[in-house]
């Protein structure tokens, strides 16, 4: 037992010696603090897309579980507070970043969300019953706009 709390703490001390090492500025001696990484959602080029694309997620989520209990789409974001993990103050438009439109006859809905301003860190997202987020670089997203690609 003791071997093994010596080979942990062991272990411990050499990686973090290690980590610190390579924070050292080489000649200076001194750490150099490290940037958070942000946890982004696959696929997302920046905080604010991660956000939206998790609150597509949500929707999507949403949507589902409305379906199942209501055989139809919800007809307005507010129609879907409390299913799944909606809440009132994600059926409102105004996303900071993004602005929601949210359209649905209750047999298929389309979901977009538009930047309020567009560049690289803010592309336009659309998605619709068929489950499948798409990502345009310019103008407004659609159904004919390419796939989020969500892996590297």
């Given at each position: 037992?003791?071997?093994?709390?010596?080979?942990?703490?062991?272990?411990?001390?050499?990686?973090?010696?290690?980590?610190?090492?390579?924070?050292?500025?080489?000649g200076q001696g001194t750490a150099q603090p490290v940037a958070a990484q942000p946890n982004l959602q696959p696929g997302a080029n920046s905080p604010?897309?991660?956000?939206?694309?998790?609150?597509?997620?949500?929707?999507?989520?949403?949507?589902?579980?409305?379906?199942?209990?209501?055989?139809?789409?919800?007809?307005?974001?507010?129609?879907?507070?409390?299913?799944?993990?909606?809440?009132?103050?994600?059926?409102?438009?105004?996303?900071?970043?993004?602005?929601?439109?949210?359209?649905?006859?209750?047999?298929?809905?389309?979901?977009?969300?538009?930047?309020?301003?567009?560049?690289?860190?803010?592309?336009?997202?659309?998605?619709?019953?068929?489950?499948?987020?798409?990502?345009?670089?310019?103008?407004?997203?659609?159904?004919?706009?390419?796939?989020?690609?969500?892996?590297?």
């Open positions: 037992m003791k071997f093994l709390a010596r080979l942990m703490l062991a272990c411990f001390l050499a990686v973090g010696t290690a980590v610190f090492a390579a924070q050292v500025t080489a604010a897309e991660s956000a939206a694309i998790a609150y597509m997620r949500t929707v999507l989520r949403s949507e589902y579980l409305y379906k199942q209990k209501h055989h139809q789409y919800a007809k307005t974001l507010a129609d879907l507070v409390g299913s799944g993990s909606m809440t009132k103050r994600m059926a409102r438009t105004d996303r900071g970043e993004y602005k929601v439109r949210y359209t649905s006859n209750g047999e298929k809905y389309d979901l977009v969300l538009v930047p309020a301003t567009a560049d690289d860190q803010h592309r336009s997202f659309f998605v619709n019953q068929d489950a499948k987020i798409r990502a345009a670089d310019h103008g407004e997203a659609t159904a004919e706009s390419p796939l989020l690609i969500t892996r590297h």
